[in-house]
DNA sequence: TATTGTTATACTCTATAACTATA
DNA sequence: TATAGTTATAGAGTATAACAATA
């Protein structure tokens, strides 16, 4: 892979800065939701059928392997999300999100991806190349 | 200002996709500077020569200004921020960075806007491009 | 022996409610 | 009376270290 280019720290500076402003809109939607940024988080990792281990969730949040057991216990017993013995390997605990999961994570996702007016200031074709440029950065 | 548009969903799903993942990454860069994630919004947020009251700050970051005094009496007993009563309403206290703050802040922002190898999959002009449409839309 | 997840502990983060000082 | 910040309190988030079960 090449090495970053010359414009590279722009971008993501402007990257890191929706990202940061993006983490501050996160308690309030999370609020709405009955819901903590954290639980959030793991909500947003939890893709529906999909099944991933305990330590798979730790990764994707950068956080102790302590912290996700009482993460996914409060989910857990909000009846979000169940967790499983693997078959193959009897120490690995799934998660699974529940249909109530499920439901509660669309709506996560469909308030949090509802694009910010100033994205009006893009034409439609705009919109259109900054999404293609993206997906590449993206993969 | 006109309706987001056709394409602004998909644009925004893919910058939430990118806030999520730095926000996964912002623990372990935390943690080379001693710093919590929620300590490295409140630097971000305090920029260099800049006095922000303690209410704004309480803004900027979405939570309730009771959290904030906890915020800044950590920040400011490991002297990188000092507080002090604004002069036109001595109920407002205005926060600053020291010049320790403002070393640890440079820190902070070099580690967190090193753009990833991803964004070399983008020509030159292609990151020119790319840093001209998030500047309309962030303003 | 090494690894996955849990428990115990301690500290930080966070909101709510009551309070103080100022306007 | 209203507002900015603090304090007290309680619960959630987080890491470290010790532990149990499994590999």
Avoid: F, Y
Avoid at 23 to 40: D, I, K, T, V, W
Avoid at 61 to 82: F, P, Q, Y
Avoid at 83 to 112: H, I, Y
């Amino acid at each position: 892979m090449k090495r970053p280019g010359p414009h590279a720290c722009d971008a993501w500076q402007m990257l890191v800065q929706i990202s940061m402003s993006h983490r501050a809109s996160l308690p309030p939607l999370a609020s709405e939701l009955a819901l903590s940024p954290a639980q959030c988080h793991v909500l947003h990792v939890l893709e529906p059928g999909r099944a991933v281990p305990m330590g798979e969730l730790a990764g994707a949040l950068s956080c102790d392997a302590s912290n996700v057991t009482g993460l996914v216990d409060r989910l857990e017993t909000r009846g979000l999300i169940k967790r499983q013995p693997s078959a193959e390997d009897r120490r690995v605990k799934v998660l699974t999100l529940t249909p109530a999961g499920a439901r509660v994570r669309a709506q996560l996702v469909a308030r949090m991806t509802a694009p910010p007016m100033t994205l009006g200031r893009l034409s439609p074709e705009e919109q259109q190349l900054l999404v293609t440029l993206l997906r590449r950065v993206l993969e």
